[in-house]
């Protein structure tokens, strides 16, 4: 596939209590031929209001412009030990571990609650509220697609979104040319760990997604769209069916004054219940059987 494909999520809205059963089967269809053969889809007419997508994405740009020595109050591990809760400052984490520099980004989730920060959290929770009906709704279509006895297989497992899940707010501030270091890039190539990942993202460019031929495909914004896409953990559970693929984000370009603008996105982790232990769902045992919480450990203490 040489391009993330859009589908129309207007079926099954936040604005339905029930899907349009009409139009359902489409969906479900739609959904599953991306997820089989790209791993990401853009969703468009989800129902999730824009005045909270853009409150959010407003008070992560105010977070992140404030003075290093107070974003470091924040800093990871304050409040979850060994977690990627906190403030995570540019070049601490390095998602490609085979490139010799960390990522050009910044971080922030679950910040401890201080004035300074009750405006983001507050705004950071509404989307969080919006998106995990969203995530539910996908997760269920995604059973539907691959014909599970049970449409709830993945809702069921996906419950504890508030212990498990994780909403990130994500900040690539702007550069100059001198501070890029070799191999150095704003997010390295790296799948997703758990389950099934939303993305919020402004309007600057820089993402691409791996297809399966190895060809780098752009994921350029589409205004009002949500990027969705799936983990690890969701490839090992559907034995390859669903695809967990690999991205990055790119450096944007640099202007005639040797400088390149900042990027904000926002992305929820969608993984599966701690307790659970995924283990191929068509019997196959082409993955061994491994704890959700164990996984995800595993894949953080690579990361930083």
């Known amino acids: 596939m040489e391009s993330v494909p859009i589908v129309d999520f207007s079926a099954y809205s936040l604005e339905k209590e029930q899907p349009v059963h009409a139009q359902l089967q489409t969906l479900v269809d739609e959904i599953h031929i991306a997820f089989t053969t790209i791993g990401f889809v853009y969703l468009k007419n989800t129902g999730c209001p824009q005045n909270v997508v853009e409150n959010a994405m407003r008070k992560s740009k105010e977070f992140f412009v404030l003075k290093e020595e107070t974003k470091l109050t924040f800093r990871r591990g304050e409040i979850v030990p060994n977690s990627d809760f906190g403030y995570i400052e540019t070049e601490q984490e390095g998602l490609n571990p085979g490139r010799s520099n960390k990522d050009l980004k910044e971080a922030a ?80 190539e790296h799948s997703d760990y758990g389950g099934i990942t939303l993305l919020f993202q402004d309007d600057k460019g820089g993402l691409e997604v791996c297809n399966v031929d190895g060809k780098w495909i752009k994921a350029l914004p589409i205004e009002g769209a949500i990027l969705v896409n799936l983990g690890d953990l969701m490839q090992r559970w559907t034995s390859d069916k669903l695809i967990a693929a690999r991205h990055r984000v790119m450096l944007p370009p640099i202007d005639g004054t040797d400088q390149a603008a900042g990027r904000q996105s926002i992305a929820l982790f969608g993984h599966p219940d701690h307790q659970e232990i995924i283990e191929c769902l068509d019997g196959s045992n082409k993955y061994p059987p491994i704890g959700s919480l164990e996984y995800l450990n595993l894949r953080f203490s690579l990361t930083y």
Do not use: W
């Open 109 to 188: 989730s679950k910040l401890k609650i201080v004035p300074e920060v009750v405006d983001l959290m507050d705004a950071l929770g509404a989307i969080h509220v919006e998106g995990t009906k969203i995530m539910a709704r996908v997760l269920e279509i995604m059973a539907m697609g691959l014909k599970l006895e049970d449409p709830m297989f993945f809702v069921k497992r996906h419950q504890n979104f508030k212990r498990t899940g994780c909403l990130r707010s994500l900040h690539y501030p702007p550069l100059n040319i001198t501070d890029i270091k070799e191999q150095q890039i704003r997010c390295g």
